[in-house]
Structure formats: C-alpha cells, structure tokens
C-alpha cells in the first residue's frame, strides 16, 4: 500500500487491472465517437476552411485537447492561435473560435465565446450539452455524447470526470484533421516544414 499527501490509500495495481481498465476506455471511446453526428463534424470543418483566423479555447483537460488540435491546424497551414497566450491577438470578425466544453458553463470558456460573439467571430464548439450556454452561443455544435466533469456514477461512462469527453474530444478533431489534409495535395513533408524548429 502507498499513501499520498492526503493519505489517500492506493492498493498495488496488477497487470488485469490495467488490461481491464484498457478495455474499458477503449469500449467506451469506440460506442461514444460512433455515436458523433459525422454532419455536425463536416459542419465544423467547413468553417476551418473559411478565411481568418483560428482561435481555440477551453479550460482544463479539454483546452490541453485542442491545444493539440492547433498544432495540427497549423501543420495544415492555417493561422492559429490559443486564448491566453502571451502572443495571441484580438479575435476579430473574420475569425473562427473553436471551443469546447464537456459541461458548456465552464465559466472562462463561455466568456471567451461571448467575447467572440461580440467580435462578430464565428463560433465553433464540442460540448455534451446542446442545451448549455456555451453551445447556445455557438454557430457550429458538435455533440460528443460522454458524461460531463460532475455527473459522478453516470451510467454513460464509469471512467472519471470528463476523460471519456476530453478523449472522444481528440479523436473528433483529429478525424476532423485527417479529413482536410485527405483533401489538400499537400505530402506530409511539406506540412512538417511548419513544424517548430526551435524545440
Ligand atoms: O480538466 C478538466 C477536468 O479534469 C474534467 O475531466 C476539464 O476539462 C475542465 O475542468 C473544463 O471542464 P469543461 O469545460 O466542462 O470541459
């Protein structure tokens, strides 16, 4: 047994453990991202094909998710940028916010779409939750059916928190990714020239 700072008490962990644990994520991710309406995706994906800039926002585990998603954006060749960079400009009203939102009320992301709204941006969010503020404030919904962040014990997914959100999160924009590259003529040498040099 080990215990942490807050003497939270951890069992050893066996291999069945992880493989059933593995299992389980791996289940649970393939029923959610089936469930996804691929139009709402085709949807989203028509707006990165608008011209402006690509601005991506989200708290937490689902921003890490689309910080991701950005870089990628980038690969392809589009100006991105991620709320609360120390470089990242004003959005204005030729821009895209793509945004998400397991529960759509985290507060800091549904500012960053008033914000944009009031730019004249348009607004492009992945949620749980049609009915949220976030994604009534959007152009473009994306509806990952997954538990959001509190609904401890849902039946929808035994694993923690928003983690089968956050997961079928990237999955989606890779998806998304994958699909406008499949439509450009450009090798993958020539996207990875736009990769960071100074890392
Ligand atoms: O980091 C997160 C948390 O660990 C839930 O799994 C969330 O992504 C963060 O709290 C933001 O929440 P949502 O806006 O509801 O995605």
Known sequence: ?????????????????????????????????????????????????????????????????????????MHLGLSVHVAGDTTTPAIGSEDLLLVASGSGTTSGVVKSAETAAKAGARIAAFTTNAESPLAKLADVVVIIPAAQKTDHGTSVSRQYAGSLFEQVLFLATEAIFQSLWDNTDEPAEKLWLRHANLE
Not at 2 to 20: F, K, L, Q, V, Y
Not at 48 to 61: D, E, K, N, Y
């Open 1 to 73: 047994m080990s215990s942490t700072a807050d003497e939270t008490t951890i069992a050893p962990t066996t291999a069945d453990d992880i493989g059933r644990n593995l299992t389980l994520i791996r289940d649970e991710i393939v029923d959610t991202a089936a469930k996804i309406n691929e139009q709402e995706l085709a949807a989203l994906a028509a707006h990165l094909r608008q011209p402006g800039q690509v601005f991506v926002a989200g708290a937490g585990r689902s921003g890490l998710a689309l910080r991701m998603t950005a870089m990628r954006l």
